[in-house]
């Protein structure tokens, strides 16, 4: 045989496959990218979200009204318990002279005090110290009474004899 004529026969050789089992592969990449995106939806999820926060005005305390010792608010009555005649009447005229209007005098139960006792209605007894001292020149009692919230006078004041 003529040497140009034949052709050698070479047989193909089969190449070597990378992937042998390619559908696996694929199928493990997809499912690698699903639980990668499933991951994320579920870690995003559970993030806290941004919350908008509301300022709301600081309330601010108002001032709580301090009361005024006025001497006009006081309807005062005096009793003389000293047994010393015209007492009440000089206390009357000294608490005036300070700007009590309503001033009215009489004689006590008895005349053996010897201190002078102040009392004052409940709804004014936040000015009991105020009253005592327009009256330092007695001798007043250390017990302070109240005054039937009834009563005509804000102030009893039952003059002793010291």
Do not use: C
Not at 54 to 65: E, N
């Amino acid at each position: 045989m003529p040497e140009g004529l034949v052709k050698p026969l070479v047989e193909p050789v089969p190449e070597t496959e990378y992937f042998p089992h390619r559908w696996l592969w694929v199928t493990m990449i997809i499912s690698a990218l699903y639980g990668v995106v499933l991951l994320f939806l579920i870690f995003r999820s559970n993030t806290p979200k941004e919350q908008k926060v509301v300022v709301s005005p600081t309330p601010i305390a108002s001032p709580t009204p301090v009361p005024v010792f006025d001497r006009k608010d006081f309807k005062i009555q005096v009793l003389n318990g000293s047994g010393i005649a015209g007492m009440a009447g000089k206390a009357k005229d000294k608490l005036e002279a300070l700007g009590y209007p309503e001033v009215t005098v009489g004689n006590a139960d008895t005349k053996d005090y010897t201190e002078t006792k102040v009392t004052i209605k409940k709804s004014k007894a936040g000015f009991i110290a105020d009253i005592k001292k327009d009256l330092t020149s007695y001798t007043l009692a250390q017990d302070t009474g109240t005054v039937s919230e009834d009563s005509e006078f804000d102030v009893e004041i039952i003059l002793g004899s010291e």
